[in-house]
């Protein structure tokens, strides 16, 4: 009789314990899910009138005012091509996808965290924002990345058996042959170029009607970029810092 009730002690216990872990593994996230993340203030820019005679892709006319342009660029330490790409690739978005209100110090934020501006592996964009030579990712062969064999025959990356990110902003060329865009009107839309490639970045994550002055319209467009929460942390944490050095609309 002792035995049978030690053993009925102990069979509700194991209910309780397994009952207990069930409501634990229910209220755990989904292994794909992200969190949700405020969006970073948009930083303050002065932009130049509208200038006649610069046609492009996607029609790219505003630039930032050169005295803005010169004090923000110290501010931040962006170079001062890539801060005019950035704010002319988000102000572009804009216009193109009206209620998008992504910042320029978002698109410079990813720029950023993807390639130092242009400066990956030692280097650097000229006056015209192009890469002094190509800038390429490690190959997505997965091994520690996605696993992406290739899709565009080594054309953009070098390498015919697995895609590589390429560029400034580190687009694979699959996702560069469907958002590629000419953001300096010279008939080409070129991934290592960061006029283009800004352009096309800001237009990217506008796409589907996002609202980047959202949470959750942000962090979708950040996750749709690279598919992971501290990827996110570290481009609104950048983008913040940018908006502290430059101001925020009032």
Not at 14 to 41: E, M, N, Y
Not at 75 to 86: E, F, N, V, W
Not at 128 to 150: C, H, K, M, R, Y
Not at 153 to 176: C, E, K, N, Y
């Amino acid at each position: 009789m002792l035995r049978f009730k030690r053993y009925l002690v102990l069979c509700l216990f194991l209910v309780c314990v397994l009952t207990a872990l069930s409501f634990w593994a229910i209220r755990q996230p989904a292994a794909d899910a992200h969190g949700v993340f405020s969006p970073p203030p948009r930083a303050d820019v002065k932009l130049d009138v509208l200038s006649a005679g610069m046609t492009t892709a996607v029609n790219v006319t505003r630039t930032p005012d050169a005295g803005w342009l010169e004090e923000a660029a110290a501010r931040t330490g962006i170079p001062a091509s890539s801060l005019r790409a950035y704010v002319a690739a988000a102000a572009t978005a804009n216009d193109s996808n009206p209620g998008c209100g992504i910042g320029w110090n978002t698109v410079a934020a990813v720029g950023f965290v993807e390639s130092a501006h242009g400066t990956y592996g030692g280097g650097s964009l000229d006056n015209e924002g192009q890469a002094s030579g190509p800038i390429v990712g490690p190959s997505l062969n997965g091994a520690g990345f996605a696993a992406i064999p290739d899709t565009d025959g080594g054309t953009l990356d070098g390498d015919a058996r697995w895609d590589h990110a390429v560029g400034p902003m580190q687009f694979i060329p699959s996702t560069w042959k469907i958002a590629g865009l000419d953001g300096n009107g010279d008939g080409v839309a070129d991934p290592f170029n960061l006029d283009d490639a800004a352009l096309a970045a800001a237009t990217y994550l506008c796409v589907h009607g996002r609202d980047l002055t959202t949470p959750q319209g942000w962090t979708d467009a950040i996750y749709s970029y690279n598919q992971s929460d501290a990827y996110i942390r570290q481009v609104r944490a950048q983008a913040t810092a940018y908006a502290a050095k430059t101001g925020t609309p009032s």
